[in-house]
């Protein structure tokens, strides 16, 4: 199971030329899903509009080795290693993800367009089962027990909102998928054909939802992890009081605690 | 002043929602971000604006008095144990605080009080209130005001 192409399988009944198809629909449906978002919400226009107003407020200019420095840094903590998230739990679990959803959806398109009738090199297929499997691990421990509307404001797990339509569909596609692959491997045509209607089903919601979901997060996300970044360093925070220094230590400091009251 | 959440910055860790005391801060159904849901029942704490580790939370002036361009934004930093507050007003001035988090653990900087000795009869009927006037601090009792109040001004 692990070490075959599912979709170089199905090319029984679907053309490779169809599945790519697909692909490029998808690519197109989140790009265009992410500018509508970005228009409707205005947070183009907001994000710009700040950035001015801290420019009017900074102490210090930056020059471009600055911003550049700030970009990689952005990159390298913010982006890469989740460094948002205060909360530990949260971060490994946003990272599991991430990464997972990376790899299965990489290795979805090229073993899509480079390998739907040629062999494909096995460890294709194992990246993509292992982005699948850490996509579930993550998803669905973030879902039952790290969501916040079931950690701090104490609502049941089954309790769904439009918030998650993201992760919902996210681990649909990750869930349905491993299952079609594994009913595939077992010789089980018509269970198998179903699961993939079903992946196919929360893949295109999950694409093609981006308006309503918070799908677009991975890419604005970065850029108020920037801002943020930008506003520390040229001084202006965010209208935020700089770091005490008088006194710098006050008593032991304090441990937060984590948000399980209810 | 109540209080707003700016959504950029604003990660969904719930801490604001865990404290509100007035249980008005909530996790958003749309965005799972936290809002504010009810502005006019907020107590001004400020609880949820100290509390948020990502510096998401600020106060929003009523229009009739701190109308645009004012802000108040507080840095908590427990490691160092301090609490800085930046008040900007209106016409562009600043000021700045800067406190000791005065928390203090249950039985050790706070008296464990269960294990006090329970108050006789006389004590539970008094007007003072439990181990008043000791816990005051003030030997012989309350302190009572010198000499007669001027007219027109009350105490």
């Given at each position: 199971?692990?070490?075959?192409?599912?979709?170089?399988?199905?090319?029984?009944?679907?053309?490779?030329?169809?599945?790519?198809?697909?692909?490029?629909?998808?690519?197109?449906?989140?790009?265009?899903?992410?500018?509508?978002?970005?228009?409707?919400?205005?947070?183009?226009?907001?994000?710009?509009?700040?950035?001015?107003?801290?420019?009017?407020?900074?102490?210090?200019?930056?020059?471009?080795?600055?911003?550049?420095?700030?970009?990689?840094?952005?990159?390298?903590?913010?982006?890469?290693?989740?460094?948002?998230?205060?909360?530990?739990?949260?971060?490994?679990?946003?990272?599991?993800?991430?990464?997972?959803?990376?790899?299965?959806?990489?290795?979805?398109?090229?073993?899509?367009?480079?390998?739907?009738?040629?062999?494909?090199?096995?460890?294709?297929?194992?990246?993509?089962?292992?982005?699948?499997?850490?996509?579930?691990?993550?998803?669905?421990?973030?879902?039952?027990?790290?969501?916040?509307?079931?950690?701090?404001?104490?609502?049941?797990?089954?309790?769904?909102?439009?918030?998650?339509?993201?992760?919902?569909?996210?681990?649909?596609?990750?869930?349905?998928?491993?299952?079609?692959?594994?009913?595939?491997?077992?010789?089980?045509?018509?269970?198998?054909?179903?699961?993939?209607?079903?992946?196919?089903?929360?893949?295109?919601?999950?694409?093609?939802?981006?308006?309503?979901?918070?799908?677009?997060?991975?890419?604005?996300?970065?850029?108020?992890?920037?801002?943020?970044?930008?506003?520390?360093?040229?001084?202006?925070?965010?209208?935020?009081?700089?770091?005490?220094?008088?006194?710098?230590?006050?008593?032991?400091?304090?441990?937060r605690?984590?948000p399980?009251?209810? | 002043?109540?209080?707003?959440?700016?959504?950029?910055?604003?990660?969904?860790?719930?801490h604001c929602?865990d404290i509100?005391?007035?249980?008005?801060?909530?996790?958003?159904?749309?965005?799972?971000?936290?809002?504010?849901?009810?502005?006019?029942?907020?107590?001004?704490?400020?609880s949820c604006v100290k509390a948020c580790p990502?510096?998401?939370i600020?106060?929003?002036?009523?229009?009739?008095?701190?109308?645009?361009?004012?802000?108040?934004?507080?840095?908590r930093?427990?490691?160092?144990?301090?609490?800085?507050?930046?008040?900007?007003?209106?016409?562009?001035?600043?000021?700045?605080?800067?406190?000791?988090?005065?928390?203090?653990?249950?039985?050790?900087?706070?008296?464990?009080?269960?294990?006090?000795?329970?108050?006789?009869?006389?004590?539970?009927?008094?007007?003072?209130?439990?181990?008043?006037?000791?816990?005051?601090?003030?030997?012989?009792?309350?302190?009572?005001?010198?000499?007669?109040?001027?007219?027109?001004?009350?105490?």
């Amino acid at each position: 199971m692990f070490t075959i192409n599912p979709f170089s399988e199905l090319t029984g009944f679907i053309s490779p030329i169809a599945m790519q198809v697909y692909v490029i629909t998808m690519v197109i449906l989140v790009v265009g899903g992410t500018l509508l978002d970005t228009v409707h919400k205005k947070s183009a226009k907001y994000f710009f509009l700040n950035a001015e107003k801290a420019k009017a407020a900074a102490t210090k200019s930056l020059s471009g080795g600055e911003k550049a420095s700030i970009a990689f840094k952005t990159v390298a903590e913010d982006v890469l290693t989740s460094g948002e998230f205060c909360n530990p739990r949260r971060r490994v679990a946003h990272l599991l993800t991430m990464y997972g959803f990376i790899l299965f959806a990489a290795t979805t398109a090229i073993m899509i367009f480079g390998y739907t009738d040629s062999a494909t090199p096995a460890i294709l297929p194992l990246l993509w089962h292992a982005g699948a499997l850490m996509l579930c691990v993550g998803g669905y421990w973030f879902w039952f027990f790290i969501r916040v509307d079931v950690a701090a404001e104490g609502n049941p797990w089954y309790r769904v909102v439009r918030a998650d339509l993201f992760i919902l569909s996210l681990l649909a596609t990750a869930t349905f998928g491993l299952i079609w692959s594994a009913l595939q491997a077992a010789g089980a045509a018509g269970w198998s054909t179903l699961f993939f209607g079903l992946f196919i089903f929360a893949s295109t919601v999950l694409f093609g939802g981006v308006l309503w979901s918070k799908f677009a997060h991975m890419f604005f996300k970065p850029a108020a992890a920037y801002q943020k970044r930008v506003a520390e360093a040229d001084g202006s925070r965010d209208g935020l009081p700089a770091p005490a220094d008088q006194p710098e230590q006050f008593g032991p400091g304090i441990k937060r605690l984590l948000p399980k009251n209810y | 002043m109540p209080t707003f959440v700016y959504m950029t910055r604003c990660d969904g860790c719930g801490h604001c929602v865990d404290i509100c005391p007035s249980d008005i801060m909530h996790i958003d159904k749309t965005l799972r971000r936290a809002t504010n849901i009810e502005p006019n029942m907020c107590w001004e704490c400020y609880s949820c604006v100290k509390a948020c580790p990502q510096n998401a939370i600020d106060v929003r002036g009523y229009a009739d008095f701190a109308p645009l361009g004012h802000s108040v934004r507080v840095l908590r930093e427990e490691e160092k144990g301090t609490i800085s507050w930046k008040i900007k007003f209106r016409d562009g001035r600043e000021k700045n605080f800067l406190s000791p988090i005065t928390t203090k653990k249950w039985g050790e900087g706070i008296e464990d009080l269960a294990s006090l000795p329970v108050p006789d009869e006389e004590a539970l009927n008094s007007q003072l209130l439990c181990y008043e006037p000791d816990v005051l601090g003030y030997e012989g009792g309350l302190r009572e005001l010198p000499g007669e109040l001027k007219q027109g001004v009350y105490y």
